[in-house]
């Protein structure tokens, strides 16, 4: 069988992908490795994504519009999204949803570990490791599999530059973490990650609790470890998951006949490591390029230009925001200081919704630089 598009990974990226593949009517197959995998993960999903791809409710099992920064000192503070909140899903159930999506369109979903793509007449022929699945040939390949993307090896594309390692633990609800089960908190503290952030994400009837921080630089093990011990946390945890979170898109994630989405070609965001929004925008953005490029040969290369054009300014705030306040305590001490501000939290969850960055007026962007030359001053 030969296919117009092969999709490799079946994650978020990947389902997306097929399904605006599927519904255009290009023959297209979606290959993942494992159709039980439940990738780690926070699934904290902004209520823009779930508007934009209508997220059944049943699969948003909590609905967050609290938040909670802690300061290295310990210092709290409570902020409130009034028009919108943070959705928290399970990504089990999520990606599944997805791929299901995905097949009702009309692509072929299939098992399979992708074991090596080579070139084959004017398109690719897909070996797979475990060989419940025979090779099969497609013409264009879009490269969906995740941080440690093979695709991206395969094809020759620029390496994935920076990556953070994220770990996290799943707890049953008792009574001693009862208080974390309707609000997101979020830790700024450098015995908790030196680079990064601590995350405490409620979900129906467990905690996840989680930390990163770059690759090869610490133990992320004893960083986890160490939160936990400084939440208060006794109970053992039921699950720990990890895994690499690309922190900057790649050199080039777009070629004449393939193209690479959501973490293969490092959408995630820096300063708060999200991921999933971007992957299904990516999915959405390479799928509808590929389908202009069959159909009417436009270059797949806009893709990667539209997903800049759109979220460079986001990437780019984000990485100033993480390399200015993520160095020390006491800049994180500021920068816990700063989110006070009534006009900061308003610019933080607007932008966080939807992916807007809406420029506050002049008098708000006077007001909150003169707080943080203050704050940077003082040490807060
Ligand atoms: C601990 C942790 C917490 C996170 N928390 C959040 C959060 O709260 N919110 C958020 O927005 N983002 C979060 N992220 C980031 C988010 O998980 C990713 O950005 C997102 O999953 C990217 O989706 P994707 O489809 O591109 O890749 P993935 O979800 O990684 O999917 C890739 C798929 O490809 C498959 N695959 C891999 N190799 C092959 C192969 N050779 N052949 C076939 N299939 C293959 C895998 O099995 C997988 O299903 C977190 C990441 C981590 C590690």
Same mark, same amino acid.
């Given at each position: 069988?030969?296919?117009?598009?092969?999709?490799?990974?079946?994650?978020?990226?990947?389902?997306?992908?097929?399904?605006?593949?599927?519904?255009?009517?290009?023959?297209?197959?979606?290959?993942?490795?494992?159709?039980?995998?439940?990738?780690?993960?926070?699934?904290?999903?902004?209520?823009?994504?779930?508007?934009?791809?209508?997220?059944?409710?049943?699969?948003?099992?909590?609905?967050?519009?609290?938040?909670?920064?802690?300061?290295?000192?310990?210092?709290?503070?409570?902020?409130?999204?009034?028009?919108?909140?943070?959705?928290?899903?399970?990504?089990?159930?999520?990606?599944?949803?997805?791929?299901?999506?995905?097949?009702?369109?009309?692509?072929?979903?299939?098992?399979?570990?992708?074991?090596?793509?080579?070139?084959?007449?004017?398109?690719?022929?897909?070996?797979?490791?475990?060989?419940?699945?025979?090779?099969?040939?497609?013409?264009?390949?879009?490269?969906?599999?995740?941080?440690?993307?093979?695709?991206?090896?395969?094809?020759?594309?620029?390496?994935?530059?920076?990556?953070?390692?994220?770990?996290?633990?799943?707890?049953?609800?008792?009574? /001693?973490? +009862?208080?974390? *089960?309707?609000?997101?908190? &979020?830790? @700024?503290?450098? =015995? %908790?990650?030196?680079?990064? !952030?601590?995350?405490?994400?409620?979900?129906?009837?467990?905690?996840?609790?989680?930390?990163?921080?770059?690759?090869?630089?610490?133990?992320?093990?004893?960083?986890?470890?160490?939160?936990?011990?400084?939440?208060?946390?006794?109970?053992?945890?039921?699950?720990?998951?990890?895994?690499?979170?690309?922190?900057?898109?790649?050199?080039?994630?777009?070629?004449?006949?393939?193209?690479?989405?959501?973490?293969?070609?490092?959408?995630?965001?820096?300063?708060?490591?999200?991921?999933?929004?971007?992957?299904?925008?990516?999915?959405?953005?390479?799928?509808?390029?590929?389908?202009?490029?069959?159909?009417?040969?436009?270059?797949?290369?806009?893709? /990667?230009? +539209?997903?800049? *054009?759109?979220?460079?300014? &986001?990437? @780019?705030?984000? =990485? %100033?925001?993480?390399?200015? !306040?993520?160095?020390?305590?006491?800049?994180?001490?500021?920068?816990?200081?700063?989110?006070?501000?009534?006009?900061?939290?308003?610019?933080?969850?607007?932008?966080?919704?939807?992916?807007?960055?809406?420029?506050?007026?002049?008098?708000?962007?006077?007001?909150?630089?003169?707080?943080?030359?203050?704050?940077?001053?003082?040490?807060?």
């Amino acid at each position: 069988m030969r296919y117009d598009v092969a999709v490799i990974g079946g994650g978020p990226s990947g389902a997306v992908a097929a399904a605006v593949l599927a519904k255009a009517g290009i023959r297209t197959v979606l290959l993942e490795r494992n159709l039980g995998n439940v990738k780690p993960c926070g699934g904290a999903i902004p209520l823009g994504l779930i508007e934009e791809f209508s997220i059944p409710p049943e699969l948003v099992e909590k609905k967050l519009s609290h938040m909670r920064a802690r300061s290295p000192k310990g210092r709290s503070i409570e902020m409130h999204m009034p028009n919108g909140y943070v959705g928290m899903v399970r990504r089990e159930k999520f990606d599944r949803w997805l791929r299901d999506e995905a097949e009702k369109a009309g692509a072929v979903v299939m098992e399979g570990l992708m074991e090596s793509i080579r070139p084959a007449g004017d398109g690719w022929r897909i070996t797979t490791l475990n060989g419940k699945v025979e090779p099969f040939e497609a013409a264009h390949i879009i490269g969906a599999d995740g941080a440690n993307s093979k695709t991206a090896v395969e094809l020759g594309f620029p390496p994935n530059e920076l990556k953070v390692i994220a770990m996290q633990q799943r707890f049953h609800y008792t009574p /001693e973490i +009862e208080r974390f *089960r309707d609000i997101v908190e &979020i830790w @700024f503290d450098g =015995e %908790v990650s030196p680079d990064f !952030y601590g995350w405490i994400f409620p979900k129906a009837d467990h905690l996840a609790i989680g930390t990163g921080t770059e690759e090869g630089k610490h133990s992320i093990k004893a960083l986890q470890k160490r939160f936990v011990e400084k939440i208060g946390i006794t109970e053992p945890s039921y699950l720990d998951e990890a895994a690499k979170i690309p922190m900057k898109p790649r050199k080039s994630f777009a070629a004449e006949k393939h193209v690479l989405v959501g973490d293969a070609a490092g959408l995630v965001t820096p300063a708060n490591g999200e991921g999933i929004f971007f992957a299904m925008r990516s999915g959405r953005l390479g799928a509808e390029a590929m389908v202009r490029h069959i159909r009417e040969g436009a270059p797949l290369k806009a893709y /990667e230009k +539209e997903f800049r *054009r759109l979220y460079a300014p &986001i990437f @780019f705030g984000l =990485e %100033v925001l993480q390399s200015v !306040y993520y160095r020390n305590d006491r800049l994180r001490e500021s920068f816990v200081a700063i989110c006070r501000d009534d006009d900061v939290q308003r610019i933080t969850f607007d932008s966080y919704l939807y992916k807007k960055m809406v420029p506050a007026p002049w008098s708000v962007q006077m007001k909150i630089f003169t707080k943080n030359i203050f704050h940077l001053l003082k040490g807060a």
